[in-house]
Nanobody
Framework: QVQLVESGGGLVQPGGSLRLSCVAS????????MGWYRQAPGKQRELVAS???????KYADSVKGRFTIYRNNAENTVYLQMNSLKPDDTAVYYC??????????????WGQGTLVTVSS
């Protein structure tokens, strides 16, 4: 069994900052790529940022220069530092990871999501 658990969402004013965390736990052999997606009301889920196991990162154009993704491999944790937040960043943010289980196959896993609301 593998679980991804996100934390750090909440209500923040425009221009503010939040840091999201996602911990992978359970019967894990190795974690490869990790990422953050978001889904706003009435919109499709979209990639926000991703990071490989050797720390190569990729960002959506809408968050470049404002968001930073990084990870702690020893703790199977990925973070998303979000600065200069805008109302358009309001969404449920989901963690995603490519994981090989102990004695099991490689697969992609999702967290349950954490809500970020940017509003004055």
């Amino acid at each position: 069994q593998v679980q991804l658990v996100e934390s750090g969402g909440g209500l923040v004013q425009p221009g503010g900052s939040l840091r999201l965390s996602c911990v992978a736990s359970g019967s894990i052999f190795r974690v490869y790529d990790m990422g953050w997606y978001r889904q706003a009301p009435g919109k499709q889920r979209e990639l926000v940022a991703s990071i490989t196991s050797d720390d190569t990162t990729k960002y959506a154009d809408s968050v470049k220069g404002r968001f930073t993704i990084y990870r702690n491999n020893a703790e199977n944790t990925v973070y998303l530092q979000m600065n200069s937040l805008k109302p358009d960043d309001t969404a449920v943010y989901y963690c995603n990871a490519d994981i090989i289980r102990l004695y099991g196959p490689q697969d992609w896993y999702w967290g349950q999501g954490t809500l970020v609301t940017v509003s004055s």
